[in-house]
C-alpha cells in the first residue's frame, strides 16, 4: 500500500514509524493517568511504600481492594516505571524515588495532585471543544471539584519547599518587614495553601486570603482553621481587581495572574491596594520569551493545561489580553508596567516557577 503524501514530500517510513512509538507510549501514558488518580485515591501507592515489596494479593488484602484490578493495576504501573516488579518473587514495590513522585504529598516532587487535575480538566472537555468555535470560555468556578484540588496538591509541596527558605529571601527587605510584622494580601489563594505557608513562619503578620471563588474560599478557611492560625487570616471572596484593603507591605499572587481576564487592570488594582514602598510578588509558571524554547516537557506541560483551563478562565473573564501558562517574563512585564509599576525584576526561579517582584 502506498504511503500518504503531503503537497510537498512523501512520508518518510522511518520518521513515521518512530512517530507511531511516540504515540503508543504517549496512548499508555494516557491510560494511565486515571490509574494514578485511582491508586492515589485508594492508598495503593501509599501501601506499597509503607509496607512493600507486596504481592498483588497482599496489597489488595492491605487496602481493602479487589485482587483482579490491583494485579491489572500493579502491572500498568510496572510497564510505565512507575512500580517496580521483582519477577523471581512475584512482588511489587516503590522506590525511593517512585514514592517521592506519588506517595509522599510532602515531597517536592510529588505530582499525583496533578494528574488529578487532569481528570478533572477532562469533564469539561465538550464544553471546551465547542469555545474552540465561539470563543467563550469555562471560568475557574465551573470546573470540576477535581481541577481545584488537583491543582492545590500539584502546587503545595513546591510552596512548602521553596516559598519561605527562597523565594520570600530573594525579595528586597521583606523577610525583615514580615519578621516585624507586615500587612500581607493573597490573591487568587485558592484553597489557601500560600496564605497558610507564610503564616506559619511569620506569626507577627497579618494576611488576608481573597479569591473569587466562594468555596475555595470556604475551603482556605478550615485549613487555616485546622492549622489554627485563623486568628491571624482574614477571608474576602473578590475578584483580583476588586478585593479590599490599602497599605499593604506585601500582595502575592501565585500561579493566578496568567488566568485573569484583564491583567492590566489587575495590576493596577494592586498597585493602588500597595503602600509606597510595598511589593507585589507574582510566582508563574516558569517560561522562556520565545515559543521554540518553550518545547520541552514542562512546557508541554503547561501549555496543555493552559489550553483546558488557564486560557478558558481568562476568556470567561474577558480575555484582554489572554496570557496563557507560557507568557514568559517579557509579555509579564509588559503586562505588569501597563498597569503602573515602574519596576520588574526575576528574583529567583526553579525549573517549574518564575518569581517576580514588581515595585510601584
Same mark, same amino acid.
Given at each position: 500500500?502506498?504511503?500518504?503524501?503531503?503537497?510537498?514530500?512523501?512520508?518518510?517510513?522511518?520518521?513515521?514509524?518512530?512517530?507511531?512509538?511516540?504515540?503508543?507510549?504517549?496512548?499508555?501514558?494516557?491510560?494511565?493517568?486515571?490509574?494514578?488518580?485511582?491508586?492515589?485515591?485508594?492508598?495503593?501507592?501509599?501501601? #506499597?511504600?509503607?509496607?512493600?515489596?507486596?504481592?498483588?494479593?497482599?496489597?489488595?488484602?492491605?487496602?481493602?481492594?479487589?485482587?483482579?484490578?490491583?494485579?491489572?493495576?500493579?502491572?500498568?504501573?510496572?510497564?510505565?516505571?512507575?512500580?517496580?516488579?521483582?519477577?523471581?518473587?512475584?512482588?511489587?514495590?516503590?522506590?525511593?524515588?517512585?514514592?517521592?513522585? #506519588?506517595?509522599?504529598?510532602?515531597?517536592?516532587?510529588?505530582?499525583?495532585?496533578?494528574?488529578?487535575?487532569?481528570?478533572?480538566?477532562? !469533564?469539561?472537555?465538550?464544553?471546551?471543544?465547542?469555545?474552540?468555535?465561539?470563543?467563550?470560555?469555562?471560568?475557574?468556578?465551573?470546573? =470540576?471539584?477535581?481541577?481545584? $484540588?488537583?491543582?492545590? %496538591?500539584?502546587?503545595?509541596?513546591?510552596?512548602?519547599?521553596?516559598?519561605? =527558605?527562597?523565594?520570600?529571601?530573594?525579595?528586597?527587605?521583606?523577610?525583615?518587614?514580615? !519578621?516585624?510584622?507586615? !500587612?500581607?494580601?493573597?490573591?487568587?489563594?485558592?484553597?489557601?495553601?500560600?496564605?497558610?505557608?507564610?503564616?506559619?513562619?511569620?506569626?507577627?503578620?497579618?494576611?488576608?486570603?481573597?479569591?473569587?471563588?466562594? $468555596?475555595?474560599?470556604?475551603?482556605? %478557611?478550615? %485549613?487555616?482553621?485546622?492549622?489554627?492560625?485563623?486568628?491571624?487570616?482574614?477571608?474576602?471572596?473578590?475578584?483580583?481587581?476588586?478585593?479590599?484593603?490599602?497599605?499593604?507591605? #506585601?500582595?502575592?499572587?501565585?500561579?493566578?495572574?496568567?488566568?485573569?481576564?484583564?491583567?492590566?487592570?489587575?495590576?493596577?488594582?494592586?498597585?493602588?491596594?500597595?503602600?509606597?514602598?510595598?511589593?507585589?510578588?507574582?510566582?508563574?509558571?516558569?517560561?522562556?520569551?520565545?515559543?521554540?524554547?518553550?518545547?520541552?516537557?514542562?512546557?508541554?506541560?503547561?501549555?496543555?493545561?493552559?489550553?483546558?483551563?488557564?486560557?478558558?478562565?481568562?476568556? =470567561?473573564?474577558?480575555?484582554?489580553?489572554?496570557?496563557?501558562?507560557?507568557?514568559?517574563?517579557?509579555?509579564?512585564?509588559?503586562?505588569?508596567?501597563?498597569?503602573?509599576?515602574?519596576?520588574? !525584576?526575576?528574583?529567583?526561579?526553579?525549573?517549574?516557577?518564575?518569581?517576580?517582584?514588581?515595585?510601584?
Amino acid at each position: 500500500m502506498a504511503l500518504p503524501t503531503t503537497a510537498d514530500e512523501s512520508v518518510d517510513e522511518d520518521k513515521l514509524d518512530e512517530l507511531v512509538g511516540m504515540a503508543v507510549n504517549e496512548l499508555g501514558a494516557a491510560y494511565y493517568a486515571p490509574l494514578i488518580v485511582i491508586g492515589d485515591r485508594l492508598g495503593l501507592y501509599e501501601a #506499597l511504600a509503607d509496607s512493600g515489596p507486596l504481592t498483588p494479593d497482599e496489597l489488595a488484602k492491605l487496602t481493602d481492594t479487589v485482587v483482579p484490578y490491583v494485579n491489572e493495576w500493579l502491572a500498568a504501573g510496572a510497564a510505565g516505571g512507575y512500580v517496580t516488579y521483582d519477577a523471581e518473587t512475584g512482588r511489587y514495590r516503590l522506590t525511593p524515588e517512585q514514592a517521592a513522585l #506519588l506517595a509522599d504529598e510532602d515531597s517536592p516532587a510529588f505530582l499525583a495532585g496533578g494528574f488529578q487535575g487532569l481528570l478533572g480538566y477532562q !469533564r469539561s472537555l465538550s464544553e471546551i471543544e465547542a469555545d474552540f468555535r465561539t470563543g467563550e470560555g469555562v471560568g475557574w468556578h465551573e470546573q =470540576d471539584e477535581d481541577v481545584c $484540588h488537583g491543582t492545590e %496538591r500539584f502546587y503545595r509541596p513546591g510552596y512548602e519547599t521553596y516559598l519561605v =527558605d527562597e523565594w520570600i529571601p530573594a525579595l528586597d527587605g521583606i523577610d525583615a518587614r514580615l !519578621r516585624e510584622g507586615a !500587612r500581607v494580601a493573597d490573591v487568587g489563594c485558592g484553597h489557601g495553601a500560600s496564605t497558610i505557608t507564610v503564616a506559619e513562619a511569620y506569626p507577627d503578620s497579618e494576611f488576608v486570603a481573597i479569591d473569587y471563588h466562594d $468555596h475555595s474560599i470556604v475551603v482556605a %478557611r478550615e %485549613r487555616a482553621e485546622k492549622a489554627g492560625i485563623a486568628d491571624r487570616i482574614s477571608f474576602e471572596v473578590a475578584t483580583a481587581k476588586e478585593f479590599n484593603g490599602a497599605d499593604y507591605d #506585601l500582595v502575592m499572587m501565585f500561579d493566578a495572574y496568567h488566568d485573569m481576564g484583564d491583567p492590566v487592570g489587575v495590576a493596577s488594582h494592586v498597585r493602588e491596594t500597595l503602600a509606597d514602598d510595598g511589593t507585589w510578588m507574582l510566582v508563574e509558571p516558569f517560561a522562556t520569551d520565545r515559543v521554540e524554547d518553550n518545547l520541552n516537557p514542562i512546557g508541554r506541560a503547561f501549555y496543555c493545561a493552559s489550553t483546558l483551563a488557564c486560557v478558558p478562565n481568562s476568556l =470567561d473573564q474577558g480575555g484582554d489580553p489572554v496570557l496563557g501558562a507560557q507568557a514568559g517574563e517579557a509579555r509579564l512585564r509588559e503586562v505588569i508596567t501597563a498597569g503602573g509599576f515602574t519596576s520588574v !525584576r526575576r528574583a529567583t526561579e526553579t525549573p517549574f516557577n518564575l518569581v517576580l517582584e514588581a515595585k510601584p
